[in-house]
């Protein structure tokens, strides 16, 4: 018996210059990494056949993309890894967060864990998106029907991603450091998720 695994990368939203020399940017949320597992006996006829991913992460990026909109009126993640192992989320901000401010996020984040709220899907034509989605950030051929992502009443966002059914499935955030870049005004989170599963 042998495992063959294949990883496919489906673009789904343009990248962002970084303005300078260095390399772009890509917002993980407008991505979707699809890993198929294919696990084949002696005969090398398929066994199983299953999607390999993360999805509590995921949802969790969701709603620290929100968390620090509100705590810091920024805009969502510019530069986003997010992985099963450990995560990283950089942040524009106007200045760098206090001691207290980050232990904010990760009180915020787990709260919203513990509240459970539902995670939803819709569709809707681009030309009606509702307020505070950047059509711009969606890519020229991303069609007219965008799917979005709910959580509760908390966050918004449009995405093709897997996520957990609701925030309860993500289990603990626990964050694991931050880094400031004062030039860049930067922020980087970095986390991981102890999984519900």
């Known amino acids: 018996?042998?495992?063959?695994?294949?990883?496919?990368?489906?673009?789904?939203?343009?990248?962002?210059?970084?303005?300078?020399?260095?390399?772009?940017?890509?917002?993980?949320?407008?991505?979707?990494?699809?890993?198929?597992?294919?696990?084949?006996?002696?005969?090398?006829?398929?066994?199983?056949?299953?999607?390999?991913?993360?999805?509590?992460?995921?949802?969790?990026?969701?709603?620290?993309?929100?968390?620090?909109?509100?705590?810091f009126g920024c805009e969502r993640s510019y530069n986003a890894h997010v992985e099963r192992k450990k995560s990283k989320m950089s942040f524009h901000l106007s200045r760098k967060p206090t001691r207290q401010e980050e232990k904010e996020i990760e009180r915020r984040m787990n709260e919203l864990i513990e509240a459970d709220l539902p995670v939803t899907f819709e569709y809707v034509?681009?030309?009606?998106?509702?307020?505070?989605?950047?059509?711009?950030?969606?890519?020229?051929?991303?069609?007219?029907?965008?799917?979005?992502?709910?959580?509760?009443?908390?966050?918004?966002?449009?995405?093709?991603?897997?996520?957990?059914?609701?925030?309860?499935q993500i289990g603990r955030f626990e964050m694991l450091g931050t880094n400031w870049d004062e030039m860049e005004r930067s922020f980087r989170v970095r986390f991981k998720i102890i999984s519900a599963y």
């Open 125 to 168: 034509r681009r030309d009606s998106l509702p307020e505070g989605i950047d059509a711009g950030r969606l890519p020229d051929d991303a069609g007219d029907d965008i799917r979005l992502v709910r959580i509760g009443d908390y966050d918004v966002c449009p995405c093709i991603g897997k996520h957990v059914r609701s925030t309860g």
């Open 1 to 71: 018996m042998h495992l063959q695994v294949s990883l496919n990368l489906v673009p789904t939203a343009r990248y962002r210059s970084s303005g300078n020399n260095n390399p772009p940017s890509f917002n993980i949320s407008h991505f979707s990494f699809l890993i198929m597992a294919s696990k084949y006996n002696d005969n090398n006829n398929i066994m199983e056949e299953r999607e390999v991913s993360f999805p509590p992460a995921h949802t969790a990026e969701h709603l620290l993309n929100q968390t620090m909109i509100r705590l």
